[in-house]
């Protein structure tokens, strides 16, 4: 093994622990000089390797093409070959995805695939260290955070990338010194693509500028890898330290961590995080910093972020409830109002002991027209008092006083008759109605 491809890969598997001597590894081969290297440089390092191919049917003739070289190499190598076909233009339609991510979804997918028929415990892709300088040259024009601009990484689940630390000029030289041809892919020479572009106009500026840049940016992707470890142990802890009745506290939210925090939460949450960008994070935060106690934000993938007064949470979006009607009550009752919520009423004597709990009232009789006892959930200009010392207010101001979270106030049990509301859930009853004749009406709403 005297080619620096070989070396270099083998080097990489030791220190980065990539496969265990003599594992079985299906290696993604689309016939460029990427792939075919890896190809035969696991074969070399003593791999049981097999191979999969996948034709995209982007770019007729010349992906049949591809695929009859690759067909030929392997029955060569006496290699086992994996080969799908898949009209990616049309899946890409169907699901809404640009071509290149959709095309990379498949890959990837079918790759999985492939390497368990063949009984591999590990898949190989072709990357190399300029693929990784174009990527973080990708994310910094994106503006990307740290992970962005940390690279391509050696492995990801059983996905390994020996030949990382390779440049594509070794690579060709490999295949050179072996003698064995490769395909090109034409839509590489376009800059329709914003990766060709880098590739043809950035990256040979930096070379002028540093002729080891791919070098160098592997170097800093390492170190901000061993950055992002750390950094995620913090945001893990932090998160859980923040942890509060399904939410989170917004005082726990640090302002170094706090946007790795939402980043983690939305991914967590099923966020489609090729859809969130800086600006998603941006709102985020100012959800959290806004003084309106009970702020809400949408989000893509239909998830909705609440602030309750001091509790952070991430959902999904809930559909608009179902407003029960006006029930006109006939003492006694009991029925449900709401998904698992009941309301009761009887009459009682002023001397019966009465266990009462939260959401019970006690209610003079002398003060109901029983003709138009009714329960229902609030409309405008409903108003309580609920002491002597104060006026009436409005139930909006009463519910924000009582910090009762704005998805729930609309579900809320209103009882009224018709000279006002009588009593509500989670607030209270009219201090003019509460009990002091002999005779009781007792309401009650029960979870």
């Given amino acids: 093994m005297t080619h620096a491809v070989p070396q270099k890969a083998a080097a990489l598997i030791a220190r980065e622990t990539l496969l265990p001597e003599g594992a079985c590894v299906c290696a993604a081969l689309s016939g460029g000089a990427d792939s075919t290297a890896l190809l035969l440089a696991l074969r070399?390092?003593?791999?049981?390797?097999?191979?999969?191919?996948?034709?995209?049917?982007?770019?007729?003739a010349e992906s049949d093409r591809d695929e009859a070289f690759v067909r030929a190499l392997c029955a060569r190598l006496g290699v086992p070959l994996t080969v799908r076909?898949?009209?990616?233009?049309?899946?890409?339609?169907?699901?809404?995805?640009?071509?290149?991510?959709?095309?990379?979804?498949?890959?990837?997918?079918?790759?999985?695939?492939?390497?368990?028929?063949n009984?591999?415990?590990?898949?190989?892709?072709?990357?190399?260290?300029?693929?990784?300088?174009?990527?973080?040259?990708?994310?910094?024009a994106r503006g990307t955070g740290g992970k962005g601009l940390s690279g391509i990484p050696p492995v990801r689940g059983n996905i390994v990338r020996p030949l990382l630390a390779c440049t594509r000029?070794?690579?060709?030289?490999?295949?050179?010194?072996?003698?064995?041809?490769?395909?090109?892919?034409?839509?590489?020479?376009?800059?329709?693509?914003?990766r060709n572009l880098i590739r043809h106009e950035v990256v040979p500026v930096l070379r002028r500028i540093?002729?080891?840049?791919?070098?160098?940016?592997?170097?800093?992707?390492?170190?901000?890898?061993?950055?992002?470890?750390?950094?995620?142990?913090?945001?893990?802890?932090?998160?859980?330290?923040?942890?509060?009745g399904g939410g989170w506290r917004v005082g726990a939210f640090l302002p170094a961590l706090r946007g790795r925090m939402l980043h983690r939460l939305l991914e967590q949450n099923g966020a489609p995080m090729s859809a969130v960008g800086w600006r998603h994070i941006r709102l985020l935060e100012g959800l959290l910093a806004s003084g309106n106690p009970s702020a809400v934000l949408s989000l893509p993938g239909g998830l909705e972020a609440r602030r309750e007064y001091g509790r952070f949470f991430l959902r999904r979006e809930p559909r608009a409830p179902e407003t029960p009607p006006e029930t006109a009550l006939r003492v006694p009752?009991?029925?449900?109002?709401?998904?698992?919520?009941?309301?009761?009423?009887?009459?009682?004597?002023?001397?019966?002991?009465?266990?009462?709990?939260?959401?019970?009232?006690?209610?003079?009789?002398?003060?109901?027209?029983?003709?138009?006892?009714?329960?229902?959930?609030?409309?405008?200009?409903?108003?309580?008092?609920?002491?002597?010392?104060?006026?009436?207010?409005?139930?909006k101001r009463l519910m924000i006083d009582h910090k009762i979270p704005r998805e729930k106030r609309d579900l809320l049990a209103v009882f009224t008759d018709r000279y006002g509301v009588i009593a509500v859930e989670g607030l209270g009853s009219d201090c003019r109605?509460?009990?002091?004749?002999?005779?009781?009406?007792?309401?009650?709403?029960e979870e």
């Fill in 44 to 60: 070399e390092l003593g791999y049981r390797v097999s191979a999969f191919h996948l034709n995209h049917c982007l770019r007729g």
């Fill in 85 to 117: 076909r898949v009209a990616v233009a049309c899946r890409a339609a169907e699901s809404g995805l640009g071509i290149e991510e959709a095309a990379r979804q498949i890959r990837y997918r079918l790759l999985a695939q492939a390497a368990r028929e």
């Fill in 119 to 140: 009984g591999c415990g590990f898949a190989a892709t072709a990357h190399t260290a300029d693929d990784n300088l174009e990527t973080m040259l990708f994310h910094l």
């Fill in 169 to 194: 000029a070794e690579i060709e030289g490999y295949l050179g010194a072996l003698g064995e041809p490769f395909v090109t892919d034409s839509s590489n020479l376009s800059d329709d693509y914003t």
């Fill in 210 to 244: 540093n002729p080891e840049a791919a070098a160098a940016a592997s170097r800093l992707a390492g170190l901000l890898r061993q950055d992002e470890v750390f950094l995620e142990s913090a945001v893990q802890a932090q998160l859980a330290q923040a942890a509060d």
């Fill in 333 to 395: 009752f009991s029925f449900p109002f709401r998904d698992g919520v009941r309301v009761h009423g009887e009459i009682c004597k002023k001397n019966l002991v009465i266990h009462k709990k939260f959401n019970t009232f006690l209610i003079d009789c002398g003060t109901i027209d029983f003709d138009s006892l009714a329960v229902r959930t609030r409309r405008p200009g409903d108003r309580l008092r609920l002491n002597e010392t104060g006026g009436s207010k409005t139930l």
């Fill in 433 to 445: 109605r509460q009990a002091g004749g002999e005779m009781i009406l007792q309401l009650s709403v």
